[in-house]
């Protein structure tokens, strides 16, 4: 498995942006699809953002495309999601996951690892 850590997180004003970042650790990075997630209070933990091995597929929710993009650089173990024009509904612990499949998935058991979790909040 791989260890996660996400930073970047904090309080913005909507229509701002933030990057958020996950640093890995441990096994092969490349060997992992790469999901953002994202969890709200009293909401279940969702898929924002999702990225294969290579980076050459991805995946976006419906509420964050055209707005966020995920992207990640294996030779830094990392992985980033840069969010623009922030909505106050975008408020949220972010968590950073790896898979072991090839493309990353939206349901939340198909990842091993998870990050602590960084706190994203848009005042409107």
């Known amino acids: 498995q791989v260890q996660l850590v996400e930073s970047g997180g904090g309080l913005v004003q909507a229509g701002g942006s933030l990057r958020l970042s996950c640093a890995a650790s441990g096994r092969a990075f490349s060997r992992y699809a790469m999901g953002w997630f994202r969890q709200a209070p009293g909401k279940e933990r969702e898929l924002v953002a999702g990225?294969?091995?290579?980076?050459?597929?991805?995946s976006y929710a419906d509420s964050v495309k055209d707005r966020f993009t995920i992207s990640r650089d294996n030779a830094k173990n990392a992985v980033y999601l840069q969010m623009n024009s922030l909505k106050p509904e975008d408020t949220a612990i972010y968590y950073c996951?790896?898979?072991?499949?090839?493309?990353?998935?939206?349901?939340?058991?198909?990842?091993?690892?998870w990050g602590q979790g960084t706190q994203v909040t848009v005042s409107s």
């Open positions: 996951a790896a898979s072991s499949l090839s493309v990353a998935s939206s349901l939340p058991r198909r990842y091993e690892s």
């Open positions: 990225i294969s091995l290579s980076g050459g597929i991805t």
